[in-house]
């Protein structure tokens, strides 16, 4: 009975933790632009499936993980150059578009250039799971828990510490006002991009020794991180911790103690019902309207 | 001026009488073989190594004197998986290029979009696709080579009724084959007296089953465990069915046997079970066995021409063409109502997908026996007996 339990929260887990890094991604551009970057889940793809070409290609994966976030890192640049910086005076739905756009692309590369199979990366641990009170839990999951708390204070230093973060905090509240103040608000912009592309690339590589890798991973992946950063608050490091958690919980307890059958309707509920209640998320800052 | 107009006119005359003259005779001197298969698109794991095939074997065939003393001329579209396509190519396969018969149709999708036209022009067409709606209920010209999933879902519950078990539980995908391969399985277990007491499933692109694992596990009683699917679904059950530890016997369906199976589920298959196709243990069979020759000779022909594995879905492909070629000589022609009159009656052609044994009620002709049960052993693929 309790082991039951202990089971299906552990699955929980591994799937929350997983959604919960994706999240963080989201929240850098939002941040600095208001703008979801559904391409989140293309930089994930890019960090996952450049580990394993590289790797084939013989590269040690010391080195081939590194190398597959740095180019996810140039990606995430071009992006913002070629893609969202010539919009410059678009509206923010337009913007949103562009990278929807960005995400097909980048998909459509990876699967003419990288192939459509699908390809696993070994656990970062030698023991895959370790059994507590009956039920076992996935080393991995512990990895990527380990490494979203990090993100997280890591982002929080960054916004409230550093001069950058606070520049990138400016820009997102008013842009002309932070120009005028001497801030390059395209260059922040495009810094956002980069870092978000960084996290994004670091989270597909966590998370690909649990989901396993391919072209159109992201597809998924992004879509779940996307609900968990709304419920979580968009634009919340710690909110969207929250989100995947809760998001990843209330599957596995659906699956666990309901019907399978009905698992993938959870997250919609829970975001209509989080919507209807509390339109910023759990921890979004209220919106103040200026008329 | 005028003799050069004159010359020309000359020239025009013998060139038009040599056109008209070659058309008919080409098409009198070769046995012309229509073909639509997915070589691009999201089908081209099926519909590459089955084009591949095609040529490979229509080559081999014209450097040994073709068929009946005739040439074989292979007619090729590329549908890239898409079903409105084949339509439109299966029609000009039966108007424009007036082919002496079809194969092809790398995807369901593909073949149900073609069958009306090709069931109205009256052509022999074999079909490379596996769902049983093809053939079930019988349709006069249509015939296919893989088998349906209802013969894997019967071999695993044979192989599982040998083994003493009567209770299991089933997980499978929501996807089409998972769908597909769940109901068979409910209809077909009772007639193997096993009982099927826990029923869960998993979204083709979720990434923990462990859950649904649980489950099934605490249900009392459960003897076996049987994931029915295709695709990196399968890979994620077996690895999470490792990290449980559940220690059941373990089925997997022919759905995912392939070495990248393997590598994608890597340590976590060990032991597990599911039936498939002798090409994949083409050479741990032993030579007695009836297809060995067959199997080899095909494995052997293909990776020395292309460079690459040996796949099953080439393999349906190769079946459908020997099928083809023993019916016209069967027939002693291309006359298309003798040709299907010959398929119809094919008794024991061994291919490499399994014997076929053609009737007017199966126009599939193989038996859950065409399946081998494979258990995973050291990583590899080992025969059960």
Same mark, same amino acid.
């Given at each position: ?291 | ?90 029609? %000009?396969?039966?108007? =424009?290029?007036?082919? $002496? /018969?079809?194969?092809?149709? #790398?995807?369901?999708? @593909? ?127 077996? %690895?999470?069915?490792? =990290?449980?530890?559940? $220690? /059941?016997?373990?089925?997997? #369906?022919?759905?995912? @046997? ?128």
């Amino acid at each position: 009975m309790f082991s039951e339990f202990f089971q299906f929260t552990f699955s929980g887990i591994t799937l929350g933790a997983i959604y919960a890094l994706v999240a963080l991604g989201f929240t850098l551009i939002y941040n600095a632009s208001h703008v979801i970057n559904f391409a989140q889940g293309e930089f994930l793809m890019i960090g996952g499936m450049g580990t394993v070409v590289l790797m084939d290609a013989g590269v040690p994966i010391y080195f081939a993980i590194p190398l597959a976030i740095a180019m996810a890192g140039v990606a995430g640049i071009l992006l913002h150059r070629l893609a969202i910086a010539p919009a410059k005076n678009a509206d923010v739905v337009t913007l949103i578009i562009i990278t929807i756009g960005a995400s097909i692309f980048l998909r459509g590369l990876a699967q003419v250039f990288w192939g459509k199979e699908y390809h696993a990366l070994p656990n970062f641990s030698a023991t895959e799971s370790i059994s507590l009170g009956g039920a076992t839990l996935l080393t991995q999951s512990l990895w990527i828990l380990g490494i979203a708390a990090v993100l997280v204070t890591a982002l929080g230093l960054f916004f409230t510490r550093t001069a950058l973060g606070k520049a990138l905090l400016a820009t997102s509240m008013n842009k002309d006002a932070a120009s005028l103040m001497g801030i390059k608000t395209s260059a922040i912009l495009m810094m956002a991009f980069g870092i978000s592309a960084v996290i994004g690339a670091a989270a597909g590589v966590i998370v690909a020794p649990i989901t396993l890798t391919s072209y159109d991973i992201g597809i998924m992946l992004g879509l779940k991180g996307f609900i968990a950063a709304a419920i979580g608050g968009l634009g919340s490091s710690t909110g969207a911790i929250l989100g995947g958690l809760l998001l990843g919980l209330a599957e596995a307890y659906t699956a666990g103690y309901i019907s399978s059958d009905y698992k993938d309707a959870v997250p919609f509920v829970i975001i209509l019902a989080i919507l209807f209640f509390l339109p910023n998320g759990l921890l979004g800052s209220r919106a103040v309207e200026r008329v | 001026m005028k003799r050069t107009l004159k010359q020309l006119a000359a020239g025009a005359v013998t060139a038009l009488g040599l056109t008209l003259a070659t058309v008919p005779a080409q098409a009198a001197d070769t046995i012309r073989i229509g073909s639509f298969l997915s070589v691009t698109g999201p089908a081209s794991f099926l519909g590459d190594p089955e084009l591949k095939t095609l040529e490979l074997y229509i080559d081999k065939i014209n450097e040994r004197g073709g068929v009946l003393g005739k040439q074989l001329e292979l007619i090729h579209y590329d549908d890239a998986g898409d079903a409105s396509k084949a339509r439109t190519f299966a029609n %000009r396969l039966l108007r =424009q290029d007036r082919v $002496d /018969l079809i194969v092809g149709g #790398s995807t369901t999708g @593909a073949t149900m979009a073609a069958v009306p036209l090709i069931q109205q022009a009256g052509v022999p067409f074999i079909s490379l696709a596996g769902a049983e709606t093809i053939t079930t209920p019988v349709k006069k010209w249509v015939f296919k080579t893989p088998q349906s999933d209802r013969q894997a879902a019967r071999r695993i519950l044979m192989d599982m009724e040998e083994r003493g078990l009567t209770k299991i539980g089933l997980i499978s995908g929501t996807g089409g084959f998972g769908a597909s391969g769940r109901n068979v399985t409910k209809e077909e277990a009772g007639n193997f007296g096993i009982e099927i007491v826990a029923d869960e499933t998993y979204n083709p692109k979720d990434t923990d089953t462990t859950a649904q694992l649980t489950r099934i596990r605490n249900t009392d009683g459960v003897q076996a465990i049987l994931n029915f699917d295709f695709g990196q679904g399968p890979a994620i059950v077996t %690895r999470n069915y490792a =990290q449980l530890g559940i $220690d /059941l016997p373990f089925y997997q #369906s022919h759905g995912v @046997a392939s070495d990248s199976f393997l590598e994608l589920a890597g340590d976590a298959a060990e032991g597990l079970r599911l039936p498939a196709s002798a090409l994949l243990v083409a050479d741990k069979l032993p030579e007695s066995d009836p297809q060995y020759e067959v199997l080899n000779r095909y494995k052997s022909d293909y990776e020395s021409r292309y460079d690459e594995s040996v796949s099953t879905f080439g393999a349906y492909a190769y079946d459908g063409l020997q099928l083809a070629i023993q019916a016209i000589n069967k027939a002693g022609g291309t006359d298309k109502a003798k040709v299907r009159d010959a398929l119809e009656s094919i008794d024991g052609a061994v291919g490499v997908t399994g014997t076929y044994r053609m009737s007017a009620e199966d126009h599939m002709g193989l038996d859950a026996e065409s399946f081998r049960i494979l258990q995973v052993e050291d990583g590899d693929w080992a025969l059960t007996e």
